[in-house]
């Protein structure tokens, strides 16, 4: 059996090479999907108990003490204030009791799978003082999203349609002044928010009114990816789409609250919500279409804003590395263009 010859070892090695991404891809995303969505619980999950007498103080210290940290229990004082803290999003559910015909009171806009463990919780309670429990949901949803998670998937067109862009633009365009790859960036972003908010809008109605916000929000968010990727791209090269999967699959989904908000999931993921690009826009567009823009919208919005900014910032410093990098191959060109006229003077 003869060996291989030399060439081919080469062509084995430069695909071994090459195969480093995906599998690194792959790697990551069954770390990073495994550790946010494994073993859901919750973590200091707030609901109340509705009344101001003994009776409802006494009963939210029994939950309180069987719970331990899996739920923060309190008591308001009446139905209307409970209901005024599920829509601001402070609560997950609120119970009524009643011995005949207990309550509870859940926003399932605000992530239907809290609502889900807040009933789950309270339907034990409800079975102990011998009562079937009765869940009203303060926030229906829309048509087209009878689980509030299609802004998930929102969310994912835009990311996947954002960030493979950057890899087509940093490919074909690699030999365009940056301002240019900044534009078709930016043309880019309006392509995607616009196809975006069409299917989540009028064609599967997840979205089912504020059309102008919703599209803002998903323009500022599909640009905040390309901005952040292009300007990247110089740096890292042919690593920038396993870094972009890293920080805009890896990090952003799983943070993002689409399917677990952070009281059900570990603190590293809770953490990254607070401050990562996919929670300010699943979040914003979930307390712009239901809770009235309430509920922290603003803050939302300043978090896709700040993400925009940081591409920018990235795409100026893209800008002079690139600027620096050109230099010295055109005084070297000046340089050979000088001697070749001293030459020819010394000629004549």
Same mark, same amino acid.
């Given at each position: 059996?003869?060996?291989?010859?030399?060439?081919?070892?080469?062509?084995?090695?430069? #695909?071994?090479?090459?195969?480093?991404? &995906?599998?690194?891809?792959?790697?990551?995303?069954?770390?990073?999907?495994?550790?946010?969505?494994?073993?859901?619980?919750?973590?200091?999950?707030? #609901?109340?108990?509705?009344?101001? $007498?003994?009776? *409802?103080?006494? /009963?939210?210290?029994?939950?309180?003490?069987?719970?331990?940290?899996?739920?923060? !229990?309190?008591?308001?004082?009446?139905?209307?204030?409970?209901?005024?803290?599920? %829509?601001?999003?402070?609560?997950?559910?609120?119970?009524?009791?009643?011995?005949?015909?207990?309550?509870?009171?859940?926003?399932?806009?605000?992530?239907?799978?809290?609502?889900?463990?807040?009933?789950?919780?309270? %339907?034990?309670?409800?079975?102990?003082? @011998?009562?079937?429990?009765? #869940?009203?949901?303060?926030?229906?949803?829309?048509?087209?999203?009878?689980?509030?998670?299609? =802004?998930?998937?929102?969310?994912?067109?835009?990311? +996947?349609?954002?960030?493979?862009?950057?890899?087509?633009?940093?490919?074909?365009?690699?030999?365009?002044? =940056?301002? =240019?790859?900044?534009?078709?960036?930016?043309?880019?972003?309006?392509? !995607?928010?616009?196809?975006? +908010?069409?299917?989540? @809008?009028?064609?599967?109605?997840?979205?089912?009114?504020?059309?102008?916000?919703?599209?803002?929000?998903?323009? /500022?968010?599909?640009? @905040?990816?390309?901005?952040?990727? +292009?300007?990247?791209?110089?740096?890292?090269?042919?690593?920038?789409?396993? *870094?972009?999967?890293? #920080?805009?699959?890896?990090?952003?989904?799983?943070?993002?609250?689409?399917?677990?908000?952070?009281?059900?999931?570990?603190?590293?993921?809770? %953490?990254?919500?607070?401050?990562?690009?996919?929670?300010?826009?699943?979040?914003?567009?979930?307390?712009? /279409?239901?809770?009235?823009?309430?509920?922290?919208?603003?803050?939302?919005?300043?978090?896709?804003? @700040?993400?925009?900014?940081?591409?920018?910032?990235?795409?100026?410093? *893209?800008?002079?590395?690139?600027?620096?990098?050109?230099? &010295?191959? !055109? $005084?070297?060109?000046?340089?050979?263009?000088?001697?070749?006229? =001293?030459?020819?003077?010394?000629?004549?």
């Amino acid at each position: 059996m003869t060996n291989p010859p030399s060439g081919t070892w080469r062509a084995v090695g430069h #695909v071994a090479l090459h195969l480093v991404t &995906p599998l690194l891809m792959c790697l990551g995303m069954g770390l990073a999907y495994l550790s946010a969505f494994d073993k859901p619980h919750p973590r200091h999950l707030n #609901v109340a108990v509705v009344g101001a $007498d003994e009776p *409802a103080r006494a /009963l939210a210290a029994r939950i309180r003490q069987r719970a331990g940290d899996a739920f923060d !229990v309190r008591t308001v004082a009446s139905r209307d204030a409970a209901a005024d803290a599920l %829509r601001d999003r402070t609560l997950v559910g609120a119970f009524v009791p009643d011995p005949h015909r207990p309550e509870l009171l859940v926003a399932k806009a605000n992530s239907e799978t809290s609502a889900s463990v807040a009933e789950s919780l309270f %339907r034990e309670v409800a079975a102990a003082q @011998g009562g079937a429990l009765a #869940v009203t949901n303060l926030t229906p949803l829309a048509a087209g999203d009878p689980t509030g998670q299609g =802004i998930f998937f929102f969310l994912v067109l835009l990311s +996947i349609g954002s960030y493979a862009s950057v890899a087509a633009i940093g490919a074909a365009g690699a030999g365009l002044a =940056i301002w =240019i790859r900044a534009l078709l960036g930016l043309s880019t972003a309006l392509v !995607v928010s616009v196809v975006g +908010i069409v299917l989540a @809008g009028p064609v599967f109605h997840v979205v089912d009114h504020q059309y102008p916000l919703v599209w803002t929000m998903a323009l /500022l968010y599909s640009a @905040g990816i390309l901005a952040v990727g +292009i300007g990247v791209h110089t740096f890292l090269k042919r690593w920038t789409t396993l *870094a972009m999967m890293v #920080v805009f699959v890896m990090l952003n989904f799983t943070s993002s609250g689409g399917v677990f908000r952070p009281e059900l999931q570990n603190a590293f993921f809770a %953490r990254l919500h607070s401050f990562w690009d996919g929670a300010g826009f699943v979040e914003g567009v979930r307390s712009l /279409l239901y809770f009235g823009r309430a509920a922290g919208f603003a803050g939302h919005l300043l978090t896709l804003t @700040g993400w925009l900014a940081a591409g920018l910032a990235l795409l100026a410093a *893209a800008a002079l590395t690139e600027r620096r990098r050109a230099r &010295p191959a !055109v $005084d070297a060109g000046e340089d050979a263009a000088a001697l070749e006229e =001293i030459e020819e003077t010394v000629a004549a």
